[in-house]
T-cell receptor, first 113, second 117 residues
Framework: QQQVKQSPQSLIVQKGGISIINCAYE??????FPWYQQFPGKGPALLIA?????SEKKEGRFTISFNKSAKQFSLHIMDSQPGDSATYFC????????????FGTGTRLLVSP | DGGITQSPKYLFRKEGQNVTLSCEQNLNHDAMYWYRQDPGQGLRLIYY???????QKGDIAEGYSVSREKKESFPLTVTSAQKNPTAFYLC????????????????FGQGTRLTVV
C-alpha cells in the first residue's frame, strides 16, 4: 500500500531526445507527488511536483503527467541535455502538513552527447 | 544562505561503535527527517520529527536513535545494533503549517556517507 514503483531502473537517451520515467502507486490517500533530481554525492533536490487535481504540470523542459484513475504518474524531460544526467526519484505523500515521503527506487538517466 | 548542513561528509565506523551524524538547518522549519539511501532501494525513512522534543519512528528505525532538543538540530545516532550501517544518510526538513495542501516542500542536505571498517 505504501510502495511507489518506479521504472525503468536506468535510461540512456540521446541529446535532444525525450526522457520518460514512470511511477505507479497503490495508496489512494496520496495527494502530493514530487520528483527529485540527485547528482552523484549530493542530496536530492525538488524538480517539480503535482497534486491530483490536475492531469499535467509543466515547468520548462520538465512535465509531469498524472493519471488518477490508473494511479500512475510520469516525468517527461523534453530536449534532454547531458547536464540532465542524474538519478531521478518519484515520491508520494499524504500531505497532512508535512512531508512523510515514500520514494520510488530511482532511475539513473544518462544523456549521451 | 539558508539550508541544511550535514556533517561529516564521510564517516568511518568500527564494528561495535556508535556514531552520530549531525544535521543542522537554518530554514526555520518545524519538521526534520532522516533517510537512508542504498543502491537500488531509493530513500527509506528512518525517523522524523514534527516539533521539538518529539519524534516518530519511520520504516527502518531499528538500530538508530535520534533527539530533537532544538528546532535547528536533529542528530542521528547509528548504534552497534544496526547490523548493516554502511549507506548514504540524508537529512531533510520542511515546514509544517498544519494546513493541508500547503507548500511543504522537503529540502535535503548533502548527505553523510557512512562506511563500516
Amino acid at each position: 500500500q505504501q510502495q511507489v514503483k518506479q521504472s525503468p531502473q536506468s535510461l540512456i537517451v540521446q541529446k535532444g531526445g525525450i526522457s520518460i520515467i514512470n511511477c505507479a502507486y497503490e495508496n489512494t490517500a496520496f495527494d502530493y507527488f514530487p520528483w527529485y533530481q540527485q547528482f552523484p554525492g549530493k542530496g536530492p533536490a525538488l524538480l517539480i511536483a503535482i497534486r491530483p487535481d490536475v492531469s499535467e504540470k509543466k515547468e520548462g523542459r520538465f512535465t509531469i503527467s498524472f493519471n488518477k484513475s490508473a494511479k500512475q504518474f510520469s516525468l517527461h524531460i523534453m530536449d534532454s541535455q547531458p547536464g540532465d544526467s542524474a538519478t531521478y526519484f518519484c515520491a508520494a505523500s499524504v500531505n497532512t502538513g508535512f512531508q512523510k515521503l515514500v520514494f520510488g527506487t530511482g532511475t539513473r538517466l544518462l544523456v549521451s552527447p | 544562505d539558508g539550508g541544511i548542513t550535514q556533517s561529516p561528509k564521510y564517516l568511518f565506523r568500527k564494528e561495535g561503535q556508535n556514531v552520530t551524524l549531525s544535521c543542522e538547518q537554518n530554514l526555520n522549519h518545524d519538521a526534520m527527517y532522516w533517510y537512508r539511501q542504498d543502491p537500488g532501494q531509493g530513500l527509506r525513512l528512518i525517523y522524523y520529527s514534527q516539533i521539538v522534543n518529539d519524534f516518530q519512528k519511520g520504516d527502518i528505525a531499528e538500530g538508530y536513535s535520534v533527539s530533537r532538543e532544538k528546532k535547528e538540530s536533529f542528530p542521528l545516532t547509528v548504534t552497534s545494533a544496526q547490523k548493516n550501517p554502511t549507506a548514504f544518510y540524508l537529512c531533510a526538513s520542511s515546514r509544517t503549517t498544519g494546513t493541508p495542501r500547503a507548500n511543504t516542500e522537503a529540502f535535503f542536505g548533502q548527505g553523510t556517507r557512512l562506511t563500516v571498517v
